[in-house]
């Protein structure tokens, strides 16, 4: 009896030795972020980074079996990244809406969810389409969906910014006239920020139908098959839908 419990309990720490190794073998791929955009990805008080996609690109990476270390840096600065070779294995989410001109610089997966954009206005402006914004000062984050439809719109004023949060913050100020960004976002800033609740409303929304994919070094098939692989998953489990729920 003794040696049956010997042979067993090595068996065991054999096991476990070997699923640890398997573990620590694991790929890490580092996942560049811009950490101003919540629900979809933000900073907390002491600077860890949550949100919707942080949670499904830890889900993808699960069903996937790689692990995954997060960097927050700026929305320019995710795409000069992306191709450095300080980080082989490497990709960007960040809200990034998949299209003709960014496939020619980078590869993107499968799309994981469809947004739409949102032009956020104080509650006492009158707003039935972007007509009545005609004058008017409309802010949008440099070079995102919502920067790009404004240009469509000729008589009205857009106003750049780099953090999306710092325009809220001069809407409700006073200084600008609205927001346009991903939907997402925009409800977020403006029903569920504490200090700005009550302030703003949907003064109209664009249907834009946008699929949010997430990016990788152009040519890059070992990261793309495996992010792939993750989001096939992730989707047939319905553990997107969760995720969802739960930040949305």
């Known amino acids: 009896m003794k040696n049956l419990r010997i042979v067993i309990l090595v068996m065991l720490i054999s096991v476990l030795f070997c ?6 073998n ?13 629900p979809m990805e933000m900073l907390t008080k002491d600077g860890k980074v949550v949100g919707f996609e942080i949670d499904l690109m ?34 960007a989410m960040s809200s990034i809406t998949i299209t003709q001109a960014r496939k020619k610089s980078y590869d993107f997966s499968n799309p994981y969810i469809t947004i739409d954009q949102d032009l956020i206005v104080p509650e006492s402006l009158k707003v039935k389409d972007m007509s009545d914004m005609k004058g008017r000062k409309v802010a949008a ?4 969906t919502g920067a790009v439809e404004l240009k ?8 750049p910014y780099d953090d999306i949060g710092l325009a809220f913050s001069d809407m409700a100020a006073g200084r600008i006239d609205g927001v346009l960004c991903d939907n997402p976002v925009a409800k977020s800033y403006a029903f ?12 109209y929304s664009i249907k834009t139908n946008e699929q949010l994919g997430i990016m990788v070094k152009k040519g890059d098939k070992k990261i793309l098959d495996l992010i792939n692989k993750g989001i096939d998953s992730v989707k047939m489990k319905g553990l997107d839908k969760k995720i969802i729920e739960k930040w949305m």
């Open 141 to 144: 984050q440099f070079s995102s």
């Open 26 to 38: 694991q790929m890490k791929v580092t996942v560049f972020t811009d950490a101003t955009w919540p």
């Open 192 to 203: 569920h920020k504490k200090e700005l609740k009550g302030k703003f409303k949907v003064g």
């Open 58 to 91: 830890e889900a993808i990476a699960k069903e996937a079996g790689f692990k995954v270390e997060f960097k927050n840096v700026s929305w320019d600065d995710i795409f000069a990244a992306l191709k450095s070779p300080k980080y082989p294995n490497s990709c």
């Open 19 to 24: 699923f640890n190794g398997f573990a620590s």
């Open 152 to 159: 469509k719109y000729k008589d009205v004023i857009m106003k």
